[in-house]
C-alpha cells in the first residue's frame, strides 16, 4: 500500500484491479466457465503423467501440463466448434505435440553436445557420465531418443497407449478411425523397435 | 473365416474387439496357426514396446499430483492476470517498492537460496521472520533495470512457482471502527490534523513459493553473477509469506487511483505546483510474516542478494554483518530519495527519508518509516519533513 501512495504523489498511476478481477471470461460464458474446472481437475494428472514419461522432468511436466490448459484458457472452444465435441482429444493431443516438441529440441541439444565432446576427443565426460547416470537413466533416454527420432504422429501413439487410452480416445487424439488404430500401433512398434536397433544395436534390446 | 487382419489381431490383443466378435475370432486363432502365430508376434511386440515406455517412469512416479492445487495455481497465476500483475509485478518490477513487499520478494529469492534439500518442509523446524525495526541501505538494482530477459525469467519464475492462498482487494471503511473492524487491528489518527480523513482497507496476501535452484541460477546467470553459486541441493522446500490487511488513513487532498468521475485531472497527470500540499497518508500495516526453515543462513543468503545489487563480496559480508536478520526490515533506498535519517518518534528510532528535491523531480516530499507493537507505520507526504515527525507523535 504504501508504495501505491508514493506513486500517486509521483504522478504515476499505480497498478489497478480490472474491473472484472477474478472474473474473467474463460471458456465463453456462464457453465462453460464452469466447465473448464472440470476439464482441468479431471485431465490434469493424466496428463502431466504423459508428459513426465516424455521429458523425465516432474517440473517441465506441469510446466507444460499448464501451457496445454492456458491454450484451451487463452482460445476457447466454442460449443460446436472445432473441437469442441472432442475436447480430451484436443488435450492429449495438444499435450503429446508439446511434449515431444520439448522431447526433440533436448535430443538436438544433447546430440550438439555430444558432437562438441567427440569433436574435441573428449573421452573423460563420457566416463564421468558413465558414473553418474544410473542404467534406468540410460535405458531412459535411449528411449527418449527414439521417441524423438519417430514420426511425431507414431510417438504420439505409443505414449498414449501406453498410458491407458482406449482406440476410440487415441482415434479422438490423433484424429484417426478407431477401425485403424490396430494396425497404425502395429507400425508404430516396428518403427520404434527398428529406430532402436539402429541407434542402439542389438545391445540396446534389453 | 478368412485369416484376421492385422488390425484385428492387435485390437484382440487390446480387448478391442466387440463381445460379439470375439468368440469367432478365437475360434479361428484356436485353429489357424498362421494367425497364432502372428498374434504372438505382434503381442510380444506390443508388450516389448510398452515395457520401454513403461520404463519412462521416474522412480517416484506415483508421487500425487493433485488436479485441485494444480488447478489453485494455474488460477492465481492466469485467471487473475490482472491483479496479480498489481502485487506480483511490484516484487521485481524496477519502480519503488514499498518497504515491506520489497522484503518479501528479497526474502523469497534470498531464501529459496540455500535451503539444504532432503528433507521435507514438514520434517523441519520453521522460523518466523517479523520486522521490529527498519533498516535502510542503498541498493542499485539499475543495472538490471534494462535486462528484459532477466525480468521475463522473475515474471515467469513467480508465475510458475508462487502459489497464492489470499489475494484480497481493497476496501474503502467509512469510519475508523470500521477500518479497524475490517483489517483486524486498531487503526490510530494524527492528532494534529482536524480534518476528517478516508479509510482505506487494503486485503490480505498471502502465498507459498517452492524453490527452483536451477531456475534461480540462470537468473543469476542472466544477471551477469554466474559466480554467484547457489547450494548445490536446494530444490523443493518452501517459503511462506503472509501479508496481512493494512489500513491507509488519507488526510486532505491526495492523489488517489480512483478519482471520481467528474473529479479534475488524472492520476497519471504529473502534479501540478502545490499540488496535494496538504495530503499526508499514513499506512498501517502489521508486519508481514516469512516462514523459512530455521537452519536457514538468511545472512549468507542476502550477502548473495547484496553481491547481486553490484556490491563485493567483502561489502556485502559487512553489511550482512550488522543487521539481525530475524527481525529487520532492509529497506532500499527509493529513488525520490536525496538523503535520509534516523529520527525518533514515540520514543522509537525511525527513518526519515527526504525527497531529492531535484527540479522537476516526482514523488513526496517525505516518507517516515517506524515500527511500534508489531505496526509497521508509514506516513508519506509534502512539504516540510521537520513536520512529519511531529505529525507522526501526534499518532493516538
Known amino acids: 500500500m504504501l508504495e501505491n501512495v508514493v506513486e500517486e504523489f509521483a504522478g504515476r498511476k499505480p497498478q489497478t484491479r480490472g474491473p472484472n478481477f477474478g472474473e474473467p471470461d474463460l471458456v465463453g460464458q456462464g457453465s462453460t466457465r464452469e466447465r473448464f474446472d472440470e476439464i482441468f481437475v479431471a485431465h490434469y494428472a493424466r496428463i502431466v503423467r504423459i508428459l513426465r514419461r516424455v521429458v523425465g522432468n516432474q517440473g517441465q511436466a506441469e510446466e507444460l501440463a499448464s501451457e496445454v490448459f492456458l491454450k484451451l484458457y487463452r482460445a476457447p472452444l466454442a460449443q460446436g466448434q472445432g473441437h469442441a465435441g472432442n475436447l480430451p482429444g484436443w488435450l492429449y493431443r495438444t499435450a503429446t505435440n508439446l511434449g515431444i516438441d520439448a522431447l526433440r529440441a533436448a535430443a538436438r541439444r544433447n546430440r550438439f553436445e555430444q558432437d562438441a565432446a567427440r569433436d574435441h576427443g573428449s573421452r573423460k565426460q563420457t566416463v564421468e557420465d558413465g558414473f553418474e547416470r544410473t542404467l534406468r537413466g540410460e535405458r531412459q533416454q535411449m528411449v527418449r531418443a527414439v521417441l ?16 491407458g487410452h482406449s482406440y476410440k480416445e487415441l482415434a479422438d ?16 512398434e516396428a518403427a520404434f523397435e527398428q529406430r532402436f536397433r539402429e541407434i542402439y544395436g542389438d545391445e540396446g534390446e534389453r | 473365416m478368412n485369416c484376421m487382419s492385422e488390425n484385428q489381431l492387435r485390437a484382440y490383443h487390446d480387448g478391442e474387439v466387440h463381445a460379439a466378435e470375439r468368440p469367432e475370432l478365437e475360434a479361428h486363432l484356436a485353429s489357424c496357426a498362421l494367425c497364432e502365430k502372428r498374434y504372438h508376434e505382434i503381442a510380444a ?27 489453485a495455481r494455474f488460477k492465481a497465476t492466469h485467471e487473475t492476470g490482472v491483479e496479480r500483475d498489481s502485487f506480483f509485478s511490484r516484487l521485481f518490477a524496477r519502480r519503488w517498492r514499498p518497504a515491506w513487499v520489497t522484503a518479501v520478494a528479497a526474502t523469497i529469492i534470498l ?9 521435507s518442509l514438514a520434517q523441519r523446524f520453521l522460523a518466523t521472520l517479523r520486522v521490529e525495526k527498519v533498516q535502510p541501505v542503498r541498493l542499485d538494482f539499475s543495472a538490471l533495470d534494462g535486462n528484459r530477459p532477466l525480468q521475463e525469467m522473475l515474471r515467469q519464475m513467480v508465475s510458475d512457482k508462487v502459489v497464492v492462498t489470499a489475494d484480497e482487494k481493497p476496501q ?8 479497524s473492524q475490517l483489517a483486524g487491528f486498531p487503526v490510530h489518527l494524527l492528532g494534529a490534523r482536524a480534518d476528517a480523513p478516508k479509510f482505506t482497507v487494503e486485503g490480505q496476501h498471502a502465498f507459498h513459493m517452492t524453490v527452483d535452484r536451477s531456475r534461480l541460477q540462470d537468473i543469476f546467470d ?13 530444490d523443493g522446500a518452501q517459503v511462506s509469506v503472509n501479508v496481512p490487511r493494512s489500513i491507509r488513513v488519507e488526510y486532505g487532498d491526495c492523489p488517489h487511483a480512483h478519482p471520481p468521475a467528474n473529479a479534475p485531472g488524472t492520476p497519471n497527470a504529473p502534479p501540478t ?12 500495516a502489521p508486519s508481514p510474516t516469512v516462514n523459512v526453515p530455521a537452519d536457514l543462513n538468511i545472512q549468507q543468503l542476502a550477502e548473495i542478494g547484496f553481491q547481486l545489487s553490484g556490491m563485493n563480496a567483502t561489502q556485502a559480508r559487512e553489511l550482512g554483518q550488522t543487521i539481525d536478520w530475524k527481525s529487520t526490515l532492509v529497506l532500499p533506498m527509493p529513488r525520490f530519495a536525496g538523503t535520509y535519517s534516523q529520527v525518533q518518534v514515540d520514543g522509537r528510532q525511525a527513518t526519515l527519508i527526504n525527497g531529492s528535491g531535484a527540479p522537476g523531480r516526482r514523488g513526496p516530499d517525505y516518507v517516515l518509516i517506524w515500527v511500534k507493537n508489531g505496526i509497521i507505520y508509514g506516513l508519506v507526504g509534502r512539504g516540510d519533513s521537520s513536520n512529519a515527525v511531529a505529525l507522526a507523535n501526534s499518532l493516538s
Open chain 2, 222 to 234: 542472466q544477471a551477469g553473477r554466474p559466480d554467484l553459486m547457489l547450494p548445490a541441493t536446494v
Open chain 2, 111 to 119: 531464501c529459496s537460496l540455500a535451503f539444504p534439500s532432503g528433507r
Open chain 2, 273 to 284: 505546483a502545490g499540488a496535494w500540499s496538504n495530503c499526508v497518508a499514513l499506512v498501517e
Open chain 2, 45 to 71: 511386440a506390443a508388450e516389448r514396446v510398452q515395457g520401454q515406455l513403461l520404463s519412462l517412469d521416474a522412480p517416484d512416479a506415483q508421487s500425487s499430483v493433485d488436479p485441485q492445487v494444480a488447478l
Open chain 1, 148 to 163: 524423438a527420432d519417430l514420426k511425431p504422429e507414431q510417438a504420439r501413439l505409443l505414449l498414449l497407449r501406453a498410458s
Open chain 1, 173 to 188: 487424439a490423433l484424429d484417426v478411425e478407431s477401425g485403424s488404430v490396430g494396425t497404425l500401433l502395429i507400425r508404430a
Open chain 2, 172 to 179: 474503502p471503511a467509512e469510519t475508523a471502527t470500521d477500518a
